[in-house]
């Protein structure tokens, strides 16, 4: 009877320590798929349970929470990012702005600039034809106050009714010599800022498809603070430290 008493303890003794080391395998299933529009990285996890004396009890086998990404992993997420990043040619986009100007642009896809750029041809070409008329009309008037055919008489249009045209001969034949050269002037100058605004449409489709690739810092901070500068001086073969107080600017791009 006492040996049937020993041996039921010890059984009870080794269930109880079968039941406490019971370990089960966590089950961690890592999936990666890979889609057009971005790289998810999932990380699934099962969490076991042990029992004890008191209780069941939850216990995470889950050693972290996110799956590294790997150097192929990696490439793979910058090359689906770049394919939604538009990056356009260069010379393409010089030789649209050349045919035609703010084609370049268009094919930049920067549609805000056309305005700046239409409206620039358009205040030079209204300038034109205003000055081109204005020159047109002055040389006429003064080839005519300059010959003596009296039939030849458009001048008087620039002048009041019944004024006095042979007691001010000379000062107004010199008043329409300067206003034929002054609006011949303006004339050109109009043509040249036209000339200028074809060219820097040409100059910035370029210049911005060049930079579309150039990688910027998120980071774009400007810093201004006071700051101490420590001078040394030599006053008599002797130094002495000259402290001088100012601003420091500091730039991150």
């Known amino acids: 009877m006492l040996i049937n008493i020993v041996l039921l303890f010890v059984c009870v003794e080794i269930s ?134 009296a039939n030849t008489k458009s001048y008087e249009d620039f002048l009041p009714a019944g004024y006095d045209v042979d007691s001010r001969l000379e000062y107004l034949q010199n008043l329409f010599r300067r206003k034929k050269n002054y609006f011949r002037r303006y004339r050109d100058l109009s043509i040249i800022a036209m000339i200028g605004v074809y060219l820097l449409s040409i100059v910035d489709a370029y210049v911005d498809a060049e930079l579309s690739s150039f990688d910027i810092s998120r980071d774009l901070t400007m810093k201004v603070r006071p700051t101490i500068f420590h001078e040394r001086h030599s006053v008599r073969g002797s130094g002495m430290n000259v402290n001088r107080y100012g601003l420091q600017c500091s730039l991150n791009f």
């Open 16 to 149: 109880a320590q079968t039941t406490d080391s019971i370990v089960a395998t966590p089950v961690v299933k890592s999936t990666h798929m890979t889609t057009n529009d971005s790289v998810h990285i999932s990380q699934v996890s099962d969490s076991v349970s042990a029992v004890d004396h008191e209780g069941v009890v939850d216990v995470d086998t889950t050693s972290a929470d996110y799956h590294m990404l790997t150097a192929p992993d990696v490439q793979t997420a910058s090359q689906i990012i770049d394919t939604k990043r538009w990056i356009p040619d260069p010379k393409r986009a010089l030789w649209l702005a050349i045919v035609l100007p703010g084609a370049g642009q268009i094919y930049n896809r920067k549609y805000w600039k056309l305005p700046i750029i239409y409206g620039g041809f358009i205040g030079c070409a209204y300038a034109l034809m205003w000055n081109g008329t204005m020159y047109r009309d002055y040389s006429q008037a003064y080839q005519d106050i300059m010959d003596n055919d």
